[in-house]
Structure formats: C-alpha cells, structure tokens
C-alpha cells in the first residue's frame, strides 16, 4: 500500500483479513504464503523501477527466484502485475528500452522453468469451467466458509462499504493489475496441467491489488 501510494495506507490492516480465505481453508498453505511474497517483490519492485540500478536489478532478480520457489503462482503474479504496470509505462514514455530494463530481471525463474520441464514426468490436461455459478461462487473466495446466510451478508456489507469507501478516496493506477487478474480468472482454465483450482488463485491477489490502489 505504502509503495503504491506512497505513504502508509490503512486498508493494509483491512486487507490483512483475507489471509483467512477458501485456499487457506483447502490447505493451501504454500500458495497463501506464495501471495504474501508476491506482495512484497512487487512493492520492491515499483520503488526501484524507475531507477534500477545493477544492485536493484540484482535483488529483483533474486527476490523473483525466491517467488518461483515458494510458489509457481506466486511467480505468476509478479510476472502478470509487473508486466502490466511496465506496460502502462511504455504507454505513457514509449521508451521499449525502459520497459525491458524493468522487466529483464523475471527471465531468471522462466530459465528454471525451462530447466525443469526437461525433466521426466507426465502433463495433465487443461480443463476449463465457464458456469457463472461456479465463478461466482469463487468470486467470494475472501470470505468464503461453510454457512451460506453468513457469506452472503458478508458480501453484501463489505460491499456497502466499498462503494461508500470509494467517494472521495484517489485511485492510483495499480487498480488495472487487479482488473487484470479479474480477467484471467474468468478465462483460466480450472485445472491447467498438474496444478487445480489455477482460476481461482487470481482471485485473492486480485482484491488486493485493487484495494491498495485505493487511497482513502
């Protein structure tokens, strides 16, 4: 929050509640941990972005590597949100230079990965799932939990306060990487290879992304 606006942000504390979410619920301890590394790297990174320096280039290099060994999504993420932020750069400067020195450093994890799809193993198959149900459903993931009545009200409240939240407050333009993430997740496929649920882990990130941008 701090990076994005450029001060401390309060809805960090507010944001802070998600980390209790349906993957949390599922056991997916390593993806939630995966989103929090996610969160710091991308920080990082907008602070340095404009003035990368070897030695920044160097640690955002090496922060990326650690995203990628925490979680693959977690590298996802920062690949997805750095990109679309050095995007709307170059859309502002049109400098193809600039944009490739702030986003060269994410090449290290693709190598790995590289590396690793050359081993054995077998590749499971994509499966999508377009029910508006069933996205909906995952649309709640932040609150998400076993009595139906409780989600609902949840929803309808936190919404309320969005959208009272909303006037008055600045919007920094960050809130296209949560729209961004909104977006793949309605065209990810639900299973992708070996990893389920792959639609679903753009939803947490993508609250986020879109309440940090906000500065009330």
Do not use: Q
């Amino acid at each position: 929050g701090k990076a994005i606006a450029g001060k401390p942000n309060w809805l960090a504390v507010v944001c802070a509640l998600t980390f209790y979410n349906s993957e949390l619920l599922k056991g997916l301890v390593n993806f939630v941990f995966g989103i929090a590394v996610f969160l710091c790297v991308f920080a990082f990174w907008l602070r340095v972005r404009n003035r990368m320096s070897p030695i920044a280039f160097a640690l955002c290099a090496l922060l990326s590597v650690v995203a990628f060994l925490s979680h693959l999504s977690s590298f996802v993420l920062l690949s997805v949100a750095c990109s679309t932020v050095a995007f709307l750069d170059f859309v502002r400067h049109r400098s193809l230079l600039k944009s490739t020195v702030e986003l060269a450093w994410l090449g290290f994890p693709v190598l790995l990965t590289l590396l690793f799809l050359r081993g054995s193993g077998r590749v499971g198959p994509m499966i999508w799932s377009f029910h508006w149900k069933t996205k909906l459903i995952l649309l709640l993931s932040p609150f998400r939990s076993y009595n139906l009545s409780l989600i609902a009200a949840v929803a309808v409240i936190l919404l309320l306060c969005f959208i009272v939240m909303l006037k008055g407050s600045k919007v920094h333009r960050t809130w296209v990487v949560g729209v961004v993430f909104f977006a793949l997740f309605i065209i990810s496929p639900n299973d992708l290879f070996t990893a389920s649920n792959v639609a679903e882990r753009y939803v947490i990130p993508g609250y986020l992304v879109l309440f940090l941008s906000i500065e009330p």
